[in-house]
């Protein structure tokens, strides 16, 4: 059956304590609280530095077994080399993930590319054949060029999915990162921005709603879902996480 993996990116912010985690919690203390509330974490921190292995080992022993991770590709891979990268490198980046082999779930590494990297099947195709195949992907494009079918069935071809990213509608009536729902992987990936206010903004009931019924259409097709909640700014993505969840497990057994 189809599992539906919610939660927030990231778990340790000082303002949730009081809003989410008890006021007297100690640090260690924040992710398994978080996993008795949430099956999933998307960790966004490994993109601004390569994480030591034993920070891992340690969030690999405070979570369940079943308990799902999804670490952001370090920037080193996507905004520096621009997919242009080397085994090394790779090696360098993905070493530190070999703890994770302890969790029943697959572990989801996603991938964002820099606004001003427009689109390049050549380099994506190059790109994708380094990684270790033992991981999900999930791509998260934010130029408007790389949303072609030609990229679509690229990442077809390596079970890489699309991220569905929501971000807010700006003065020119478009999103503020491209969004599109294509289904290229056995898995779908939505990332949840902000709906009106980049990070910060709360989403409604009837935009959640929305979401709810297009997340058990792929759930009803047996693809895994995944969804995160990045508006953690002013301290929505926690009830927001919350409430899809509860959306969602009303129709879908």
Not at 85 to 100: A, I
Not at 142 to 158: A, E, M
Request: proline share 6%; net charge positive; charged share 20%.
């Amino acid at each position: 059956m189809a599992q539906f993996f919610i939660g927030t990116s990231g778990f340790a912010y000082r303002s949730w304590i009081g809003k989410f985690y008890p006021v007297s919690i100690a640090h260690d203390e924040l992710l398994p609280y978080y996993a008795r509330h949430f099956p999933a974490v998307e960790i966004n921190s490994t993109f601004y530095h390569i994480p030591r292995i034993t920070t891992i080992e340690k969030w690999m022993a405070q979570t369940p077994a079943d308990f799902s991770f999804s670490f952001k590709l370090p920037r080193l891979i996507t905004h520096i080399q621009r997919l242009q990268t080397d085994t090394q490198s790779l090696t360098r980046c993905f070493d530190p993930l070999t703890p994770c082999s302890k969790k029943t779930q697959p572990v989801v590494v996603l991938i964002q590319t820099p606004a001003s990297l427009k689109a390049d099947a050549t380099l994506l195709t190059q790109f994708l054949k380094q990684l270790p195949g033992s991981y999900r992907y999930a791509m998260e494009f934010r130029h408007d060029s790389w949303f072609r079918p030609d990229i679509y069935q690229i990442l077809q071809s390596f079970n890489t999915a699309l991220v569905l990213s929501d971000s807010p509608i700006t003065a020119t009536g478009k999103r503020k990162w491209p969004w599109a729902d294509e289904e290229t992987a056995s898995f779908a990936y939505m990332r949840f921005h902000g709906s009106r206010v980049l990070f910060t903004s709360s989403y409604t009931e009837e935009e959640l709603q929305a979401y709810a019924g297009l997340i058990r259409q792929k759930l009803g097709k047996g693809l895994d879902v995944y969804a995160f909640f990045n508006n953690d700014a002013a301290g929505h993505a926690v009830p927001n996480a919350r409430q899809l969840q509860r959306l969602v497990s009303q129709t879908h057994t």
